[in-house]
């Protein structure tokens, strides 16, 4: 039973450029969250998400972010335009139906230049 | 909103030590405090959680206690072992699936 998994691994974008995140949940798991994890911080959670559904994006930026769980394919955590302060690790985590359990992915470490 | 402090930042052992990491939190309405291990440069793995009906819950040299009424929750790891060396954080949800961590305890156990 394969875990939560994420690509890239890492991510090299010119400052301007966009990024594509992706997380394909664990088996049987339709929810999704994503998270930030700056270098020596905690994670700061972004967006919730069901299939085809936006549950809570509280904590994702109004501007150049943007997330999708579409009933086919992985969820995609996209951020236009980036900038330096975009440079951090994402993570994603994913849960069965009901429950608050969540399971983490490697994360994508995004680094701009 | 939601807020979880946790202590201390870094936690350094002695193998074959216990180890205490605790979380205050402020929302009375927060129901479930889950616990992960995050390794160096992997994501973080839940370890052990507790709901709010439940006030202690072991496993095997893991233990965690919630008090409601004070509200803080604490995370117990017995005969520590090099092994065990992570940045270490707690996290609470309230009614609905969205989680919010501490800012983690980076714990050293020195053999």
């Known amino acids: 039973n394969a875990g939560v998994m994420q690509n890239p691994r890492h991510l090299v974008r010119r400052r301007g450029q966009e990024a594509r995140l992706r997380c394909s949940p664990m088996k049987g798991h339709s929810h999704v969250y994503w998270y930030r994890q700056l270098p020596e911080e905690g994670l700061k959670f972004m967006v919730y998400l069901q299939k085809e559904n936006i549950i809570d994006e509280s904590g994702m930026p109004k501007e150049r972010f943007s997330a999708e769980f579409p009933k086919e394919g992985p969820s995609i955590l996209r951020i236009q335009q980036v900038v330096r302060g975009d440079s951090a690790a994402y993570f994603c985590?994913?849960?069965?139906?009901?429950?608050?359990?969540?399971?983490f992915g490697p994360g994508t470490r995004l680094t701009v230049l | 909103g939601e807020n979880v402090e946790q202590h201390p930042s870094t936690l350094s052992v002695q193998e074959g030590d216990s180890a205490v990491i605790k979380c205050t939190y402020s929302d009375s309405a927060s129901n479930y405090f889950p616990w992960y291990k995050q390794e160096l440069g992997k994501g973080p793995q839940l370890i052990i959680d507790i709901r709010s009906n439940v006030g202690e819950k072991k496993d095997q040299r893991i233990a965690v206690t919630l008090n409601k009424t004070a509200k803080h929750f604490s995370l117990h790891i017995t005969e520590t072992q090099p092994e065990d060396s992570a940045v270490y954080f707690c996290?609470?949800?309230?009614?609905?699936?969205?989680?919010?961590f501490g800012a983690g305890t980076r714990l050293f156990v020195k053999a």
């Open positions: 996290a609470l949800a309230t009614g609905g699936f969205k989680t919010i």
């Open positions: 985590a994913s849960s069965p139906q009901g429950l608050n359990e969540q399971f």
